[in-house]
């Protein structure tokens, strides 16, 4: 049987490579929470865009009912309790771009 030997020099530089990655990890977690936090403490505490729910919502809704309804649709569930016209508060680009996916693919 053979025996593996285990230099010293080697263990201590696989830890320090293990914590260089987790403290990476750790910032890069800390800089994701900090920017996503930060339109809330400078705005209010209303999330106003980058919603991946709400963005998926509004995008189903134009391949169920079309654009025109779309743009017409009043949606009781964004901005509660005081609810939000969609076709004049927000810009359709990616609802567009991922229905005109759906539509191609489908």
Known sequence: SKKIKIKKGMLETNHVALLLRLLALVLIYVLAFVVRLFSILRYESVIHEFDPYFNYRTTKYLIQ???YNFHNWFDPES??????TIGGTIYPGLMLT???VYWVLH
């Open 65 to 67: 009912e079309g654009f």
């Open 79 to 84: 901005w509660y309790p005081l609810g939000r």
């Open 98 to 100: 991922a229905a005109f």
